[in-house]
């Protein structure tokens, strides 16, 4: 009776642990799929696989935008899934850290310097988002939702995006602004 009761408790358990395992491994599973959010930090075109516009409204600056990990290269340029056939730029919504040459101010997108804002300090790291753009005669490079730096002040690295699979993709910097710095994104 007592090696009846034992061999019941042992299956009792084994199934209970079987219970709670497998529904823990299809979490896991499904969570790939799942996209992670981020801010688009300027306005942005959607785009389909072979990098051209879609009819799609643009992404305002400061809406969340849901990637996922898949990644194209439509001529040297990154975009990052978004949606079935629909992909952004990157460098809109992801980001790269750049060292700063000088120290530097913030501006407005109208050019005039953030009183209150303070300084940013040589050597420190700042995030940019985009490609450099021309305001009031100078460049700038965006920093945030209408924050700018000028873009003498940014030292910006060549960016190598590496896939799943450990292979490095094509390189995403451009030559004018590139220097010998490279920094790896990995993608999952």
């Known amino acids: 009776m007592k090696k009846a009761i034992i061999r019941i ?6 199934l209970s642990a079987l219970i709670f395992v497998l529904p823990a491994a299809t979490k896991t599973s499904a969570s790939t799929d799942k996209p992670f959010y ?29 990637c996922y990990s898949t990644l194209i290269f439509v001529n040297k340029r990154p975009l990052i899934m978004i949606g079935k056939n629909k992909f952004v730029a990157y460098k809109n919504v992801v980001g790269v850290d750049c060292q700063l040459k000088h ?10 310097r953030r009183k209150y804002s303070g300084t940013l300090h040589n050597k420190g790291y700042v995030t940019v988002y ?3 753009r021309k305001i009031k ?13 000028k873009a003498g002040n940014v030292k910006v690295p060549a960016v190598k995006i590496h896939s799943g699979n450990g292979q490095a993709a094509p390189d995403a910097g451009s030559n004018e602004t590139s220097t010998d710095t490279t920094v790896s994104v990995n993608v999952q």
């Open 9 to 14: 408790a042992a299956a009792f358990s084994f």
């Open 38 to 66: 981020k801010n688009a930090m300027i306005n942005t075109y959607v785009y389909d696989q072979n990098g051209k516009r879609t009819n799609d409204k643009k992404i305002i600056a400061g809406s969340a935008v849901g």
């Open 103 to 112: 120290n530097a101010y913030i501006y407005s997108s109208k050019g005039n």
């Open 130 to 132: 985009g490609d450099k």
């Open 137 to 149: 005669n100078s460049y700038y490079y965006s920093i945030g939702v209408g924050l700018f730096v």
